[in-house]
């Protein structure tokens, strides 16, 4: 049950794989612009891709994604054990990169790009470990 005032949603484990392909996508896109010293693109896109694959380590440990404000994701990873725990405070680094990357005026550094793209890298690995424990024997 969700707490009250959340919006929170249901996420089914065909639901949390579909995120996990997003986040990918968004983590090649990230990485491609980082080779093209596209800094504030990198470092968008590789936010893009955290959040994804944040809604999907918790779709896979608690079958559900938080759908309103960053913040609630923030605590919903927390709730999912060690792992999100984990990915609760990589998140929060990444978001901390989001509005200099996407709205500011002044470009990103190279460093705070790279430091973005590795945070989506390794949210995007523990979502991929997290798929694979769960996937169902075939």
């Known amino acids: 049950m969700s707490p009250r005032g959340s919006k929170r949603h249901s996420v089914s484990p065909a639901d949390a794989r579909a995120y996990l392909a997003k986040a990918a996508a968004w983590l090649e896109a990230a990485e491609d612009n980082l080779r093209a010293r596209r800094w504030d693109v990198a470092a968008g896109s590789a936010v893009t891709a955290g959040i994804n694959a944040s809604d999907a380590i918790t779709g896979s440990l608690l079958g559900q994604r938080a759908g ?9 990873l927390a709730q999912a054990g060690e792992d999100g ?38 949210l995007v690995e523990r979502a991929t470990q997290l798929a694979a424990r769960r996937r169902p024997p075939a």
């Open 68 to 76: 309103g404000e960053h913040s609630e994701a923030l605590d919903l």
């Open 85 to 122: 725990r984990t990915a609760a405070r990589q998140l929060a680094q990444l978001l901390g990169l989001k509005a200099p990357a996407q709205y500011d005026p002044a470009p990103l550094s190279e460093k705070d790009a790279v430091k973005a793209v590795e945070l989506g890298r390794r």
